[in-house]
């Protein structure tokens, strides 16, 4: 199964912004608002942070947001704290045979 | 409160079925919408999806892994089996289960279990 493109680090100060891309097709992240983020700390399972492209679930931080543009989505954090530093994973339908795909994984480090 | 829990043997030879069973809480596979993901994890990899039940009992394969997997559900034990045969050392991942809604939104995680293939 063909993967979301993402990339594999990005890193920030504590208090600025990063932005973490997703990049895929028309038949996935184009072509539905289907689009979730998972944050993965070391050692442990992933935690829901983004659904639907845009929304956060109950007790998800603020500083956390979503967003689509064409093929590519993006996940912004804002005020990043050194709690934020741990893998990040976009997800998407797609209408292809593959059904649901994941991305490759970026790994946020808070310098 | 919704829980899952992975479990299964932590080491398995290269050609055997690896059977895993999700036993879960909070919530019931036999309602409308809910259904149930297995994704797994290489160390050091990424997130990749294995199968997937649902309320209704349809049932959701990896193409790229289709013909080695079944998955089936026990509603009235609250529990989800993954069997996955012919396993190799690349199969050697964490194996986790999660609650989904609408297929793609995967709320609830178990803790995952690590399952090494070697002889």
């Known amino acids: 199964q063909s993967a979301l493109t993402q990339p594999a680090s990005v890193s920030g100060s504590p208090g600025h912004s990063i932005t973490i891309s997703c990049a895929g097709t028309s038949s996935d992240i184009g072509g539905f608002n289907y689009v979730s983020w998972y944050q993965q700390h070391p050692g442990k399972a992933p935690k829901l942070m983004i659904y639907?492209?845009?929304n956060r679930p109950s007790g998800v931080s603020n500083r956390f947001s979503g967003s689509k543009s064409g093929n590519t989505a993006s996940l912004t954090i804002s005020g990043l704290q050194a709690e934020d530093e741990a893998d990040y994973y976009c997800s998407s339908y797609t209408s292809s045979s593959t059904l649901f795909v994941f991305g490759t994984g970026t790994k946020v480090t808070v310098l | 409160q919704v829980t899952l829990r992975e479990s299964g043997p932590a080491l398995v030879k290269p050609t055997q079925t690896l059977t895993l069973t999700c036993t879960f809480s909070?919530?019931?596979?036999?309602?409308?919408?809910?259904?149930v993901k297995w994704i797994r994890q290489p160390p050091g990899k990424a997130l990749e999806w294995l199968a997937r039940i649902d309320w209704d009992d349809d049932k959701f394969y990896s193409p790229s892994l289709k013909t080695r997997l079944t998955i089936s559900k026990d509603t009235s034990k609250n529990q989800v089996v993954l069997t996955m045969a012919n396993m190799d050392p690349v199969d050697t991942a964490t194996y986790y289960c999660a609650r989904a809604v609408r297929g793609v939104i995967l709320e609830y995680w178990g803790q995952g279990t690590l399952v090494t293939v070697s002889s």
């Open positions: 639907d492209v845009t």
């Open positions: 909070g919530f019931s596979l036999s309602t409308s919408g809910m259904c």
